[in-house]
């Protein structure tokens, strides 16, 4: 049967379940996965799988195309990817490959790989898909797989490498994600009120759709927030490795505003110190890491891109808008949402004010969350390079590292292509709610001109 190489994509192979993840095509790609990682050099890996209704069964699939070229494979079973990152320093493996369809409707279903420190992607993902069009395999006696529980390690790690100064009041919400396994029992053991919500595991996502970023599923952890008057909220996405935060009276704290203050609390300690951020980020975001002596970089969007990014810049911190949030500092380096979350519990364990008056000093901004317009794959690249070339013959300062960011007197805006869908990315930052509606006037206008209509939207 042959493959459909759009489940081959810059970050991950994700595609429908019934269609592209059967049985014997999974079992090819475990075949594809374990002769690019044999040849590599390496050897011993650890799988783990989220908790959708089709995990179980590709993992299966997965290991045993794995364990046929020869790869040794430690079964880590259900468990949030970061908990699977995790897993390989602490099994001293090669690295791990995940089933998980993260954040993504439950029909789809997908698989990351990380390869010591560094995620798997791009073109290496592309050689993977080359080794099995040519059913060009490492064949071997396939080593007996074995079994190892990583979660309770991983919940004693946390425990024992985190600290509270008193105890905060939280909302938590898993969205009947694999984060519910583990992080209530996180925050119970560091002395957190920890109140949660849809902690059960459950493929279907029953009462909401698991991706913390977007404002509409926050609703139930806003009413728990509010009725119990806690101090923040708290969500997760559907494999644990992003992270949503809301202030105690239910305002999003977008992700360059979470990376503001982890900037300022590790740069405190590590004075100097280099912290990226992508391009969607904040012009606040990267003016007050360097008010506050740290070394300021913007990059491109990716949690891949931006965690190998750490590693060649040897950063401390790294974030992207999306949620991910990936630690140096006292950790691994691995995007993780709940130990993202156990960092934003300390700050706020040694406030003596409420977390929203934290950043009451930055200049105001008004921006645009990430607006995500449909774009045809085969359109989307080219039309962001004519609305570039519009800006430039106007004589604006342009940015191309990822997409376009336009720098405008009194704010900027930004247009790209997703990586990951056939999507065109916009948001748009100013300082005053004209200066904004000035900025989205232009790229409408840029976007028009090529024929692409994108809507106004509201700022915040």
Known sequence: MPINPNIFREYDIRGLVETDLTTPIVRDLGKGIGTFLKRQGAQRFTVGRDGRLSSERIASDLKEGLTSTGLQISDVGQCPTPVLYFSVPHLSMDGGIMVTGSHNPPEFNGIKMALGKTAVYGQQIQDIRGLIERNDYEKSSPPPVKSYAVLDPYVEWLSQNLKLERAVRVGMDSGNGVAGLVAPKIFRALGATTYDLFSEVDGRFP???????????????????????????????????????????????WGDQLMTLFARS????????????????????????????????????????????????????AGEMSG?????????????????????????????????????????????????????????????????????????????????????????????????????????????????????????????????????????
Request: charged residues 30%.
């Open 207 to 253: 009462n909401h759709h698991p991706d913390p970023t977007v404002e509409k599923n926050l609703v139930s952890l806003k009413k728990l927030v509010a009725e119990k008057g806690l101090e923040v909220g708290v969500a997760f996405d559907g494999d644990g490795d992003r992270l949503g935060v809301i202030d105690q009276n239910g305002k999003i704290i």
């Open 266 to 317: 590790i740069l405190k300690e590590h004075p100097g110190a280099a912290i990226i951020a992508d391009v969607k980020s904040s012009d606040n975001f990267f003016a007050d890491v360097t008010k506050h002596g740290g070394r300021a970089i913007m990059w491109k969007t990716g949690h891949a891109l931006i965690k190998n990014k750490l590693w060649s810049e040897k950063a401390v911190l």
């Open 324 to 460: 991910h949030f990936f630690f140096a500092d006292r950790y691994f380096g691995f995007d993780d949402g709940i130990y993202a979350a156990c960092r934003l519990a300390e700050i706020i364990s040694r406030l003596d004010h409420p977390l929203h008056e934290e950043l009451a000093d930055l200049p105001p901004a008004f921006n645009t969350p990430e607006i995500r317009v449909d774009c045809p794959d085969d359109v989307k690249f080219g039309l962001v390079e004519k609305v570039k070339n519009t800006f430039k013959k106007k004589g604006y300062e342009t940015f191309d590292l990822d997409g376009v960011r336009v720098r405008f007197p009194d704010g900027w805006g930004l247009a790209r292509a997703s990586n990951t869908q056939p999507t065109l990315v916009l948001r748009f930052e100013a300082n005053s709610p004209e200066a904004l509606a000035h900025i989205e006037t232009e790229f409408r206008e840029a976007l028009a001109q090529e024929g692409f209509t994108l809507k106004p939207s509201a700022g915040h």
